[in-house]
């Protein structure tokens, strides 16, 4: 079986500044995926960023950058230079060798003017 | 088509009568999943398929939902003799099989939004 926990049912960042978004996994498997999806009020999922658990390097999307830390088992979400269009849900997920896709609860996050 | 394409977008129904929800999923894409997302909360994991097998189906919420998918394309959701509680959007993703060690992003449809007056 496996797990995804984000511990933030909701955040607050200013405009222009940097966020954390935190999300650890549990699994057995010792392969798999982690994703990160957005999903703003119309309510389309909207993927951002993959990271391989074999991946040496953390995975960058423009102003999208994951934290991966595998001993840790976190895979955090960092995005930079928040944008008033950056409010949505965020949802990290994880899958394994055999395609089962698995998401956590999610983080509702609110960018200020 | 491009795209995952869910039918309907929106579906009001009284308690007690049963449901189908489509899903087409891009072609060639042979895992399927469905899910379902009660107002602002997250995703509630229902059932996948590989092709037309279901390995998973311990999501499902009660014996009144079923899902079937036929020649590795199209899927159909059932939930019968609807309950209130059954109300929520029921997003169905595809992906294509591959390494898991290779990026196999699921891309969603728009959703089915299910009232159950």
């Known amino acids: 079986a496996q797990k995804i926990t984000q511990t933030q049912p909701g955040m607050f960042v200013q405009e222009k500044e940097a966020v954390t978004l935190d999300c650890t996994y549990d699994t057995s498997d010792p392969s798999y995926g982690l994703f990160w999806y957005k999903q703003p009020s119309s309510g389309e999922m909207i993927f951002l960023i993959y990271?391989?658990?074999?991946?040496?390097q953390n995975a960058t999307e423009g102003r999208y950058s994951l934290n991966f830390q595998k001993a840790r088992k976190s895979a955090n979400l960092v995005i930079s230079a928040s944008q008033l269009g950056d409010s949505a849900m965020y949802f990290c997920a994880i899958t394994n060798a055999g395609n089962m896709l698995t998401f956590g609860g999610g983080t509702r996050l609110m960018v200020k003017p | 088509g491009a795209g995952v394409s869910q039918s309907p977008s929106n579906k009001v129904t009284e308690k007690g009568k049963d449901v189908e929800l489509r899903c087409d999923p891009i072609s060639g894409h042979t895992a399927l999943y469905w899910y379902r997302q009660s107002l602002g909360q997250g995703l509630e994991f229902l059932i996948y398929?590989?092709?037309?097998?279901?390995?998973?189906k311990s999501g499902l919420p009660s014996d009144r939902f079923s899902a079937e998918r036929t020649g590795g394309s199209v899927s159909t959701l059932t939930i019968q003799r609807t309950q209130q509680e059954d109300s929520a959007v029921y997003l169905c993703?595809?992906?294509?099989?591959?390494?898991?060690?290779?990026?196999?992003?699921?891309?969603f449809g728009q959703g089915t939004r299910l009232t159950v007056v």
């Open positions: 398929f590989q092709g037309n097998s279901a390995p998973d």
């Open positions: 993703a595809s992906s294509l099989v591959q390494g898991v060690d290779m990026n196999t992003e699921a891309f």
């Open positions: 990271q391989g658990s074999y991946d040496q």
